[in-house]
Each structure stands twice: as C-alpha cells, then as structure tokens.
C-alpha cells in the first residue's frame, strides 16, 4: 500500500522568505505526483502536476521537483507571501485514485 | 465551464437519517472521483467512475454508502443510516483519461455534519 508522508507538518514563515515543503512515499512505481493547495474549509486547488517522467515542473514562484528512485519530492515556494499561508498537499497516482499526505500547515507572517 | 461543482456545500443530519450529495464534473471529463477527508488528514480515496461504470470501491466504501453516475454526467453519493463518524467533507474530483495522463480538478466539497 502507497504510504505518502509530508514533513514538516506546520511551518510558519515571515513574508518574503523562500521555502521548502517535503513528501515521501514508499512505492516508486506511480504515475505521476500532484500537489495540492487547501484553504480551511475549502476544496483542493491543483497547483503541479510532475509526470513519472519528469524531474521539475515550475509555475510562477512555484518549483516542484520529482525524484522517483528514492521516493521523494519538493515543493520549492519563492519570495512566499501571506496569501500564501493554506495547506499544502502531495499526491501520488496508484493507478486508479491519488493517495495524498497528511499536508503541510504554511503559515505566513507580514 | 466553471469547474467541478458539488451540492450542498453543508449538510446538518440527525443520526440513523439518509443524505444525498451531488458532484457536477468539468463537462468534457469522463473520470469522476469521490474522496473523504477528516479534520487534519488527507484526502482518503471511496470509489471512481469511468462514465457511467464505477470502476474500484475503496473498503473503507461501507455498504450504507452508495454511489452513482447515470449516463456518465453528474454522481451522487448517497450515505443511508448516518453514524457520526461518517462527519467529514466528502470531496469530488474529475479528469480526462486516466489520472496518470491528466491533473484531477476538485470541487469545493459537502462538509457534512451528524448530530
């Protein structure tokens, strides 16, 4: 069974500082990893999506990057702002359903 | 298209009473999903529909649950005789093909409440 595990679980940030967000899974047969981003009470906003194939993708200040041999993946977030703070999901594709993580609490200060 | 559409947002329910939920997909997306998600957890997959054909049942997919997607448009989610652990946001998600090839987009969810 596909296992994800996100470290840290809670970070709180002051504005303009970069970071990193983590994600772990155990079986590197998947498809593709997405990450998500959750306001509270919210739904689930894609931000990436990383094929088996690929190594990075990049959307604005957002870099993920995917290393399927040793089952990890980083969420790489510059000059981070307020409007940033929301949790923060990873996925992985087991073939017919994403199995997420536990997300990460972002949380930044002005 | 505005996106994946769910219905109601919030659902009150006594306990031993029977809800409905609805997910209206993105229009062109043949896959449909339905996840739950408790306070402080990830997402949890319940069962995917290829059209109108549901596909895989997660266990955790009791049998008072019950889902549906005639003519492979909009599902429902049906929960008979609610238990209060069943409380949570029940999310959909929709793609084209097959996850692997295609984002999965998700709606706002039903937070649903059993008293």
């Known amino acids: 069974k596909q296992e994800v595990t996100q470290i840290p679980a809670a970070l709180s940030v002051p504005e303009g500082e970069n970071l990193v967000l983590n994600c772990s899974f155990t079986?590197?047969?998947?498809?593709?990893l997405q990450w998500f981003r959750q306001d509270p009470g919210k739904g689930l906003t894609s931000l990436l999506l990383?094929?088996?194939?690929?190594r990075e993708q990049t959307s604005g200040r957002l870099n993920a990057s995917l290393d399927k041999s040793s089952g990890r993946s980083t969420l790489y977030i510059a000059a981070s702002q307020p409007g940033d703070s929301a949790t923060y999901l990873c996925?992985?594709?087991?073939?017919?359903?994403?199995?997420f993580g536990k997300g990460t609490s972002l949380l930044v200060t002005p | 298209d505005t996106g994946v559409s769910q219905d109601p947002r919030h659902k009150i329910t006594k306990r031993g009473q029977n809800v409905t939920f609805r997910c209206d997909p993105i229009?062109?997306?043949?896959?449909l999903y339905w996840y739950r998600q408790t306070l402080g957890q990830g997402p949890e997959f319940l069962t995917y529909?290829?059209?109108?054909?549901?596909?895989?049942k997660s266990r955790l997919l009791s049998d008072r649950f019950s889902a549906e997607r005639p003519k492979g448009s909009f599902s429902t989610l049906e929960i008979q005789r609610t238990e209060q652990g069943d409380s949570a946001m029940y999310l959909c998600?929709?793609?084209?093909?097959?996850?692997?090839?295609?984002?999965?987009?998700f709606g706002q969810g039903t937070r649903l409440t059993v008293v």
């Open positions: 998600a929709s793609s084209l093909g097959h996850t692997g090839e295609t984002e999965a987009f």
């Open positions: 996925a992985v594709d087991s073939g017919y359903a994403l199995n």
């Open positions: 990383i094929q088996s194939s690929q």
């Open positions: 079986d590197s047969a998947i498809y593709n």
């Open positions: 229009s062109e997306h043949n896959r």
């Open positions: 529909f290829q059209n109108e054909a549901q596909l895989e």
